[in-house]
């Protein structure tokens, strides 16, 4: 009787799940969103271990410059501390 329903209203297509990425990205599951939370804060976080290495490799030694243009490491700085 309920695939009677489903058929005749032919909305088979409607609850399926989604795949791959798009699993994570529409989800309401819990589970799911805490998986993109830890992922996106590990993401983050060697994100800012990159920018502040590249800071103190620019402070280490006066006269070498890894960032060619002070414009580029006030937005590291910025970035890192944001």
Do not use: C
Request: aromatic share 12%; net charge negative; glycine share 8%.
């Amino acid at each position: 009787m309920d695939t009677m329903v489903h058929a005749a209203h032919g909305d088979d297509e409607a609850h399926e799940i989604p795949h791959g990425w798009r699993r994570y990205l529409y989800s309401t599951n819990h589970k799911d969103i805490g998986t993109m939370y830890l992922v996106f804060a590990l993401i983050a976080g060697l994100i800012g271990a990159a920018l502040s290495i590249a800071i103190r490799a620019e402070l280490m030694y006066p006269g070498i410059q890894y960032f060619h243009e002070t414009h580029y490491y006030d937005v590291a700085v910025t970035a890192r501390t944001g």
